[in-house]
């Protein structure tokens, strides 16, 4: 770790602070403090190499026991706490280059095409383990932290200084919720959960209602019922529908979203980029199928309240149109 690099950190953030605030350069729906308090979270986090080696060895054990992502050829390299302190750390030497230069090779060939759609796969699984199985996630999907050998089809994982943990019952429960209502547009189950995790607050304009729900909808497009067959992440155009509601929130976001938030839908995007870099043409589905199948909510509650509260707004629309 370069010298100083940690101790720097709350300064430059007041800075930048300092800086947006004179100019107004940052509109009121981006909530900058919440972002720039996240920021300063995970900075300290990255810079603290005793945690980073703890979370490296923990990671190292989750894919490791795992015989799923073991047969897909994940690894994580050993570490070496006699050799590391707050500002070193040592790890095992592994070979590969980033994950995405398999997308400069060929592509017109049927093998090609495989290994992509197998990797793209691969990470989407290891994805999903994260945030819902594990609910430990390595939050920094840079390409650069997947190491492909072309040779043996290892993919190493690096860098763990971005991992996180991530509360079950108060968070993961619903936001799985959220996450299976966008892949089944299923809108009043999202605006629902939606107002359970403060993503919104009851009092927001159509427009930005809309734009949530779009947004979400794009968010569950590879998990989609019309996907059990494959889904084609290189003309998806996933970029560009997400992007469209920015202004929109800039513009209507009455509430900051969840802190845990910021990081997770990073580490989603992320992985959905990555398929896109790839060019895969896969199924999804069943992998989010195969969670919820696997996944034990904490309070079974919420969906009777859901039930409920769905049942009563049907009861009055029914009563208000007879009227």
């Known amino acids: 770790q370069y010298p100083g690099v940690g101790n720097s950190i709350e300064s430059d953030l007041r800075n930048v602070m300092m800086l947006v605030n004179a100019t107004g350069m940052a509109p009121k729906g981006l909530f900058l403090d919440r972002i720039v308090d996240v920021s300063r979270k995970e900075l300290l986090l990255e810079v603290d190499y005793e945690q ?20 897909y050829g994940f690894i994580v390299p050993d570490v070496y706490p006699e050799l590391s302190t707050k500002q070193i750390l040592t790890t095992e030497f592994v070979s590969g280059g980033t994950i995405d230069k398999i997308s400069s090779q060929r592509s017109d060939t049927t093998d090609n095409q495989e290994e992509r759609n197998r990797i793209a796969r691969a990470i989407l699984t290891l994805t999903l383990k ?9 939050t920094d999907p840079n390409w650069g932290n997947f190491l492909y050998d072309v040779h043996t089809s290892r993919i190493a994982l690096i860098d763990f200084g971005s991992t996180r943990q991530y509360d079950k019952k108060h968070f993961v429960d619903s936001y799985l919720r959220i996450v299976l209502a966008n892949a089944n547009r299923d809108r009043e189950a999202l605006l629902y959960y939606s107002h359970c995790l403060g993503f919104l607050t009851g009092h927001e304009h159509r427009d930005m209602i809309e734009a949530h729900v779009q947004s979400g909808y794009t968010m569950g497009d590879p998990f989609s019922s019309t996907a059990n067959a494959a889904y084609d992440f290189k003309t998806s155009q996933f970029s560009k529908h997400l992007s469209k509601y920015g202004p929109v929130f800039m513009k209507h976001r009455l509430t900051p979203p969840p802190e845990e938030v910021y990081t997770l839908h990073r580490k989603l995007v992320g992985a959905f980029m990555l398929c896109i870099k790839l060019g895969a043409v896969i199924p999804c589905r069943d992998l989010l199928e195969q969670v919820v199948e696997n996944y034990t909510f904490e309070n079974e509650n919420d969906d009777d309240e859901y039930d409920n509260d769905n049942n009563k707004t049907h009861n009055a629309t029914t009563t208000t149109n007879n009227a």
């Open 130 to 138: 994260e945030l819902f199985e594990w609910r430990f996630v390595q």
């Open 52 to 71: 980073e080696l703890q979370n490296q060895l923990r990671m190292k054990q989750l894919v490791e026991s795992d015989p799923i992502l073991v047969n």
